[in-house]
Nanobody, 121 residues
Framework: QVQLVESGGGLVQPGGSLKLSCAAS????????MGWHRQAPGKQRELVAT???????NYADSIKGRFTISRDNAKNSVYLQMTSLQPEDTAVYYC???????????????WGQGTQVTVFS
């Protein structure tokens, strides 16, 4: 069964840092375009950052300069380094992306189950 599993969430004080990880498992033949989204209580899910198969990145304005998305294709993993965290960054963070599922040409979109990030003072 193909799945994305996030880890690395937790509690942190304002100004702190966390690094989220997202690992793909199952019968996959690599990752295509990947991204991180987040959903705060009472708000819609929003895009945080994306990274293409070629390594091109894109960020939401609210986190530019503070968060960095990266990937390790050998480990079928994507990461989100978060620095200078603020209370408004509190949310469930979801990994999302297109995986080559079962064969190189069969691409499907997957979501992880989410990991909670709480920034408190």
């Amino acid at each position: 069964q193909v799945q994305l599993v996030e880890s690395g969430g937790g509690l942190v004080q304002p100004g702190g840092s966390l690094k989220l990880s997202c690992a793909a498992s199952g019968s996959i033949f690599g990752l295509v375009n990947m991204g991180w989204h987040r959903q705060a209580p009472g708000k819609q899910r929003e895009l945080v950052a994306t990274i293409s198969s070629g390594g091109m990145t894109n960020y939401a304005d609210s986190i530019k300069g503070r968060f960095t998305i990266s990937r390790d294709n050998a480990k079928n993993s994507v990461y989100l380094q978060m620095t200078s965290l603020q209370p408004e960054d509190t949310a469930v963070y979801y990994c999302n992306g297109v995986l080559r599922d079962g064969s190189f040409s069969n691409m499907r979109n997957y979501w992880g189950q989410g990991t909670q990030v709480t920034v408190f003072s």
